[in-house]
């Protein structure tokens, strides 16, 4: 072992662990407030940062790249109806740079710190025969607590219940493959600043992946019963959809062009993307989707605005129908 830039690096192997930034490895995760709980579970999810991480290192920025790892993470979590408890990373790289590992784990223990979760630690994997010079991976694991003593049973999906959508900040977790061949970026062409989006191209494309914690638990805090939830993040929003809807049913989804946000006009426009291929790609503006009751649709969309996020009814379920037709 030797000292490289700050780091503990592995000269002759594959992999390194090191402190790192948070130096937090084995951290204790407190659970004793849960204890009351009736059948505590433990659920666990992992993902990546997927294409996002080619975009940032264009731009050479990763100041926000942790705090994408961990939301996509706690969304599947919030998703599941499970309260969010600790997150730990891996990053990995052919050989690490002090600075770019410091940006990728200070913003995932920040925003761990925010959601109120613990940031359990980070290891760093040097990987020079699989990634070539200043590229960057980073995968998250995040654990959940759900009491499955308490759930309720989910709601039977029945004809006219809303599609309800929350709002993303833009693609999240999906779409930037396509978006970097489709727009061919550089760092120049996302440097650029455009009047009809009122910022440059790489400033929209580095929005930080948006956390629902807030909302999803505000809904079942009022006692109302959805359907099945899924964090558009890991396919389009075609697919989300469908997710969703048991067999058997379909949906009609209202998406007028002119309320599609601007970063997908670009897309749909610069980048001859079809709005058929835009939804098998892309969340299209939504970051969480579900099934609401007709009957608790308006005051869902109240809790989540009061909870500060920005509801987006998208559609409706058609039990008579296993089509999903865009109006």
């Keep these: 072992m030797r000292e490289k830039q700050g780091l503990q690096v592995q000269t002759t192997g ?20 849960y204890r009351n709980m009736i059948d505590p579970v433990l659920i666990t999810k992992t993902h990546g940062v997927s294409g996002k991480l080619s975009i940032a290192a264009e731009l050479e920025r990763y100041d926000r790249i942790g705090q994408d790892c961990v939301a996509v993470c706690v969304n599947d979590l919030i998703a599941a109806g ?11 790289c052919a050989r690490p740079k002090k600075d770019k590992v410091e940006d990728l784990e200070k913003s995932a223990s920040e925003f761990c710190k925010k959601l109120g979760i613990t940031y359990a630690g980070s290891d760093v994997m040097e990987l020079p025969d699989i990634f070539h010079y200043d590229q960057y991976d980073m ?26 959508g929350i709002a993303s900040d833009g693609l999240h977790n999906n779409g930037y493959v396509a978006a970097k061949k489709k727009l061919f970026l550089t760092k120049t062409s996302m440097e650029i600043y455009y009047e009809n989006l009122q910022s440059t191209l790489g400033e929209l494309l580095m929005q930080p992946t948006r956390c629902y914690q807030r909302a ?18 890991h396919g389009g929003l075609d ?89």
Excluded: W
Aim: charged share 20%.
């Design 239 to 327: 697919a989300a959809i469908r997710s969703l809807l048991p067999d058997g049913c379909g949906a009609v989804i209202k998406q007028p062009q002119q309320n599609i946000p601007p970063l997908y006009q670009v897309l749909h426009h610069d980048g001859n993307m079809t709005l058929d291929q835009m939804r098998k790609t892309c969340n299209m503006g939504v970051g969480m989707l579900f099934i609401v009751p007709e009957e608790d649709a308006s005051r869902v969309i109240d809790i989540i605005d009061e909870a500060g996020e920005k509801p987006v009814p998208i559609g409706l379920v058609e039990t008579d129908s296993r089509e999903i037709r865009y109006i």
């Design 14 to 33: 594959k992999s390194v662990n090191t402190t790192g930034f948070s130096n937090v490895q084995n951290q204790e995760i407190p659970i004793g407030i």
């Design 139 to 164: 995968v998250g694991f995040a654990v959940g607590i759900l009491d499955r003593g308490t759930v309720k049973t989910k709601h039977t999906v029945r004809q006219s219940d809303v599609l309800m």
């Design 82 to 92: 499970a309260k969010p408890i600790s997150f730990y990373d891996t990053i990995s």
């Design 216 to 233: 999803l638990e505000a809904i079942q805090k009022e006692g109302i019963t959805i359907g099945p939830c899924t964090q558009v993040a």
